[in-house]
């Protein structure tokens, strides 16, 4: 066994360990679904990047970067990551106040409807087991490049390990299992930036060679390459993308469940916002270091071929060995901890908000809160009993989605890059209008909520099939991500205002609003308040790092060399 | 001012901009009277 093996088979195992330790304290169906409502900041900043970022962040992105377009993914990540503080101040710690088991479940709470919870439930069913598909497959390709394994194996190496600690642990194992991935990948990237940049000659040298860079003329200018042989012809255009498209995953990173149910797990609000921060500063840092040093590989190796390869490349041939089998531990758990959250809240949207009742999801809620249950009458013995009947239910019903997620992975052909492209964004255009106005609107109503949801998914997936068969190439102001999101708050506007809001929503609507007293405690709030603190610092000090250390370099690197071109070319 | 200064730049101070706007909203939120 080489040390790629070892090292992904230790890790797997690791993963598994910690999954089982977590499992054994899952006694309540809020353990399971919301990790017990008790996570503080770090697990909630952990799972917030580590389910974000996933085996497309070191491949598909990183790829990009080598290819000469780091800096539109770095305009890109300044956008979307705005999503986190979007998502958690409108949105998030207001689904965290609804103590929703789900988000489906909350529409369902919020509308008095039934449909709107079934139908968010099937999107995420649809939506995630999509992006389930390609995360496996993303993992499985790295393993049968680094390992020899065969594909076959290689996928079921990885849906054995994501499955086995999901389906024993839910929410309480997926938080502590991203943690230590979050971990891993963000300490395991900056060490391998270090080696990159020393390899290729220290920074002041790395600068040097690629603001000249003959091979791929403007690499690391502020608009990347742009030119006749590349997608972006003119700066502007690139901009112009790279500024569309990072809104476009802001509103997936301010509504998309796989975000926002990490809000339910936590604690308090305070934990909410204070993650939201956190996760903030972790994604630029994480984005910046990872795609200057995908840039920087051109100048070591600049024939890397699939540029998504990059970073294995660089594991395998660049680091010292035990640090290349870190690195392909580190991308595994990138993919890895995106798949958990992933297989965890499509199973929850099967069991609860598919197959649960109206009746049985009050009856969830219930459990979730024996306390108030005990209240109203209900036996203890009883209680443990719909307790256990539920969790067996939630496990059940995941273990049938990871059996169908691992068939339709070994019989259907790759497309990892669609359907990485489709499931992302179809929540934005689906949710996004519908998840902000059942917060701060009082005249959508349930109608207006139901066709919402529908215009949106429909718009965004009718937009990217044509555009998958060939039929159509949209052009990027009409990004079928937006185009949705317009689509769907046309469809609330009209048809909300055919209708009348119920007193039970409008009721609902107010409550939402009603802050409880223990989050207005000032030693809490004045600790909340040390994190807006730090990000204007770290802000501060990025904004003079990269001043320093690129902008200038970079132009005196660019003048030196064109009154050279000019001595030549007279 | 060239592009590349531009982009140092704003990538700083999005997050001090994001920075500031947390603060006042959370002194705002958490402690008014009113949410």
């Not at chain 1, 909630?44 to 491949?59: C, D, E, Q």
């Not at chain 1, 539109?72 to 710690?93: D, H, K, P, Q, S």
């Not at chain 1, 802001?250 to 604690?267: D, E, F, H, K, N």
């Not at chain 1, 492209?421 to 909520?449: D, N, Q, Y």
């Amino acid at each position: 066994m080489n040390s790629f093996q070892a090292g992904i088979v230790i890790s797997l195992g690791c993963y598994l360990a910690i999954g089982w330790y977590a499992g054994k304290r899952v006694k309540h169906l809020e353990d399971f679904f919301v990790a017990g409502r008790n996570a503080p900041t770090v697990l909630i900043l952990g799972t917030l990047v580590a389910s974000f970022m996933s085996t497309n962040a070191f491949m598909g992105e990183a790829g990009m970067s080598y290819q000469g377009h780091a800096p539109l993914v770095i305009i890109m990540t300044c956008f979307n990551c705005l999503g986190y503080i979007v998502g958690a101040v409108f949105f998030g710690r207001y689904l965290r106040r609804s103590r929703a088991l789900t988000v489906p479940d909350f529409f369902r709470s919020r509308f008095n409807s039934r449909r709107i919870q079934v139908f968010a439930g099937v999107s995420i069913v649809a939506g995630l087991s999509a992006y389930l598909l390609a995360v496996t497959w993303g993992m499985a390709l790295i393993i049968t490049e680094v390992t020899g394994f065969s594909e076959v194996i290689a996928i079921l190496m990885v849906w054995a390990s994501y499955t086995l600690f999901t389906l024993y642990s839910g929410s309480r194992g997926v938080i502590l299992t991203d943690t230590v991935m979050f971990l891993l990948f963000s300490s395991i990237v900056v060490v391998t930036a270090f080696f990159i940049v020393q390899a290729a000659g220290g920074w002041s040298s790395v600068i040097g060679s690629l603001a000249t860079y003959a091979d791929k003329p403007g690499i690391i200018a502020w608009h990347g390459r742009v030119g006749p042989d590349v997608y972006w012809k003119t700066p502007m255009e690139a901009l112009v993308w790279a500024s569309i498209l990072g809104v476009a995953w802001g509103i997936v990173v301010a509504v998309s469940p796989w975000q926002t149910s990490r809000y339910l797990m936590a604690r308090s609000e305070h934990v909410v916002i204070r993650s939201a921060c956190g996760a903030l500063i972790a994604m630029l840092l994480l984005y910046l270091v990872t795609n200057f040093a995908a840039a920087t590989v051109n100048l070591i190796n600049p024939d890397i071929s699939p540029p998504e390869s990059t970073m294995i490349w660089v594991s395998m041939n660049l680091l010292p060995t035990v640090l290349g089998a870190v690195l392909i531990c580190g991308v595994l758990a990138a993919g890895l901890s995106s798949a958990s959250t992933f297989l965890s809240l499509v199973g929850f949207s099967v069991s609860h908000d598919i197959l649960g009742s109206a009746e049985k999801s009050g009856e969830a809620n219930a459990e979730a809160n024996p306390e108030e249950s005990a209240d109203s009458g209900a036996s203890e013995d009883k209680l443990s009993q719909l307790q256990g009947g539920r969790l067996r239910n939630a496990r059940a019903a995941m273990l049938c989605v990871g059996v169908t997620v691992i068939v339709l992975a070994l019989l259907l052909p790759r497309n990892i890059y669609w359907l990485t492209h489709f499931a992302g964004p179809l929540f934005a255009s689906s949710w996004g209008v519908v998840a902000f106005m059942s917060i701060w609107s009082r005249r959508i109503t349930e109608s207006g909520a139901f066709w919402g949801m529908a215009v949106g998914f429909a718009v965004n997936v009718g937009m990217n099939a044509l555009s998958l068969v060939g039929l159509v190439k949209w052009p990027v102001m009409a990004d079928p991500i937006l185009v949705g999101v317009v689509c769907s708050y046309i469809a609330v506007a009209i048809v909300s205002r055919r209708g009348t809001v119920t007193a039970t929503e409008s009721d609902y609507q107010q409550g939402l609003h009603l802050m409880p007293s223990a989050e207005r405690d000032p030693e809490t709030v004045r600790q909340t308040l040390l994190w807006p603190k730090v990000m204007v610092v770290m802000g501060a000090l990025i904004a003079a790092s990269m001043t320093l250390f690129y902008a200038l370099p970079y132009q005196e690197a660019v003048a030196g060399v064109l009154p050279t071109i000019a001595e030549n070319e007279s | 001012m060239s592009g590349e200064l531009v982009l140092a730049m704003s990538y700083g101070l999005v997050l001090v901009g994001a920075g500031l706007w947390t603060w006042r909203r959370v002194l705002k939120d958490y402690r008014d009277d009113d949410d």
